[in-house]
């Protein structure tokens, strides 16, 4: 079974927390994504956008810890958040590239032209976090 994840926007942790793959219809900006681990992803995104090695990136605040049912949710942190919401197609463009082109999405069903379309959605649901004041969250489910 794929990997599948809805970035989203939420007011707080707990409204977060609440969110799971059965409950899709909450009216929430958000985006239903597949095929990539959306975890490592935001770690690379940021390295990207900011030109720093991923070591260096500190990785997603859990909100919900990944356990046996595979599910959890995380915090996308301030920088790529605002880095996501204030870039323009050309620039998301460019960081997909590079995202597609990394070694470690080998493995990944994830080409130049679908990253392209995952960095724009994603900074859409982005845009409006920022444009709200609230946070921008991401479940996951990996059976």
Same mark, same amino acid.
């Given at each position: 079974?794929?990997? *599948?994840?809805?970035? =989203? ?12 793959? +059965?409950? +899709? ?6 985006? =239903? #994504? ?6 490592? $992803? ?6 990207? =956008? ?5 070591? +260096? ?26 880095? #996501?919401?204030?870039?323009? $197609?050309?620039? #998301?463009?460019?960081? $997909?590239? !590079?995202?597609? $082109? #990394?070694?470690?999405? !080998? ?11 995952? !960095? ?11 444009? *709200? ?7 996951? =489910?990996?059976?």
């Amino acid at each position: 079974m794929a990997i *599948t994840m809805e970035f =989203f926007v939420a007011g707080s942790d707990a409204m977060a927390a609440g969110m799971r793959p +059965r409950d +899709r219809d909450h009216g929430l900006p958000a985006v =239903f #994504l597949e095929g990539f681990y959306p975890e490592e $992803a935001v770690l690379e995104w940021e390295s990207l =956008f900011i030109g720093e090695p991923v070591r +260096r990136i500190t990785g997603p605040r859990m909100v919900v810890p990944i356990k046996n049912d595979g599910f959890g949710v995380f915090e996308v942190g301030e920088v790529l958040r605002t880095s #996501l919401a204030g870039s323009d $197609a050309r620039r #998301l463009g460019e960081i $997909a590239d !590079l995202w597609a $082109a #990394l070694d470690s999405r !080998l493995d990944d069903e994830v080409s130049a032209e679908e990253a392209a379309g995952i !960095l724009r959605e994603v900074g859409a649901v982005a845009k409006e976090a920022t444009k *709200t004041g609230q946070g921008l969250y991401c479940w996951l =489910f990996a059976p």
